[in-house]
């Protein structure tokens, strides 16, 4: 899924404030890039650990939307849940992690 532009500019100006950073392309892509891969290990991370149980992380037992819930609801939590046990959501990451 592409993440809008105007999500991607709010990022960027947040850090840029927070960090002082000065506004130049190079650097945008450096840290819109970095945003992504924090992103994606953050998906994966919440898959392995409450989905498919293959990594583990502790005596935790409450459920991620209640530990991350200052963004993540029940219901944004279910349908993640449900796009990660479709079966063609499946053959995809099976081809991906073979590949």
């Known amino acids: 899924m592409d993440v809008p532009q105007g999500i991607k500019d709010t990022i960027w100006e947040d850090t840029k404030r927070e960090f002082q950073i000065d506004d130049n ?3 945008k ?3 819109l890039s970095a ?3 924090r992103w994606r290990d953050f998906k ?3 898959v392995s650990v409450w989905i498919t149980h293959t990594r583990y992380v502790g005596q935790d037992p409450r459920p991620p939307y209640v530990t ?3 963004f993540l609801t029940k219901e944004i939590w279910e349908e993640f849940v ?3 046990e479709d079966e063609k959501f499946k ?3 099976e ?3 073979a590949s």
Do not use: F, N
């Open 25 to 27: 392309e190079e650097k």
């Open 29 to 31: 892509s450096i840290v």
């Open 35 to 37: 945003c992504d891969k």
């Open 44 to 46: 994966t991370r919440l």
């Open 68 to 70: 991350y819930a200052s």
């Open 82 to 84: 449900k796009q990660h």
């Open 91 to 93: 053959e995809k990451s």
């Open 95 to 97: 081809k991906a992690r």
